[in-house]
C-alpha cells in the first residue's frame, strides 16, 4: 500500500515543478494531494489542519517534506479523518483514497474563443497592413513582418542601372 502511496506522492511533488525530481515536497502540493484525493473534506480535516500538519512534519528550516515525512503526515491526518477506527485502520483507508490518484487540473482557467475572439484571433481574416503580418499559414513574419525595409544600397529608388558603374569606367 506504502509503494501505491509513494507513486501517488512523486506524481503530486513534481506537479507544477519543472525543477522537482519528485522525492520532496511543497506545502502547495501537499495540500493539492489531501484536497484532490479526498483526505481534505472540510469538516473534520481542514486546509488549515493540513497546513499545521505540514509545518510540524517538516524540518524546521525547510520548506518541502521527503516521503518519511510524508507518511509520518498521513498518520496524523488519518487519525483525524477517521477518529472512530484504530490507527492502523485510519492509515490504510487513507491510502486507499490517494490510490491511483493524478493531480487535477479540472477548474483551470483555459483560453476562451467565445464569440469575437475566434475572429478577431483569425489570421486568414487580416486585410490590409496586419495582412502583411502573416504567412499563408497565419504564422506570423516577426519584425520582417512589422518594419519596412528599405533598400540601403546608396541608390535612388527610381534608378534603374544600379551596379552597372564599375563596368562603365572599366572601359
Do not use: W
Not at 502583411?132 to 512589422?146: C, L, N, T, V, Y
Not at 525595409?149 to 529608388?157: E, H, I, K, L, Q
Amino acid at each position: 500500500m506504502a509503494s501505491e502511496a509513494g507513486k501517488t506522492f512523486q506524481r503530486f511533488a513534481v506537479f507544477g515543478e519543472s525543477s522537482s525530481s519528485g522525492t520532496e515536497m511543497n506545502n502547495k502540493n501537499f495540500s493539492k494531494l489531501c484536497k484532490d484525493c479526498g483526505i481534505m473534506d472540510g469538516k473534520t480535516v481542514t486546509s488549515t489542519d493540513v497546513d499545521i500538519v505540514f509545518s510540524k512534519v517538516k524540518a524546521k528550516n525547510a520548506r518541502t517534506i521527503t516521503f518519511q515525512q510524508f507518511q509520518e503526515a498521513m498518520k496524523e491526518l488519518s487519525q483525524k479523518r477517521f477518529k472512530d477506527k484504530n490507527p492502523d485502520e485510519a492509515l490504510e483507508n487513507v491510502y486507499k483514497l490517494m490510490e491511483g490518484k493524478d493531480p487535477a487540473t479540472t477548474g483551470v482557467t483555459k483560453a476562451t474563443t467565445v464569440g469575437g475572439v475566434s475572429r478577431l484571433t483569425d489570421t486568414s481574416k487580416y486585410t490590409g497592413t496586419h495582412k502583411e503580418r502573416f504567412d499563408e499559414s497565419g504564422k506570423g513574419k516577426g519584425i520582417a513582418g512589422r518594419e519596412e525595409t528599405t533598400d540601403n544600397s546608396g541608390y535612388v529608388s527610381g534608378y534603374k542601372g544600379a551596379g552597372t558603374y564599375d563596368k562603365k569606367s572599366s572601359k
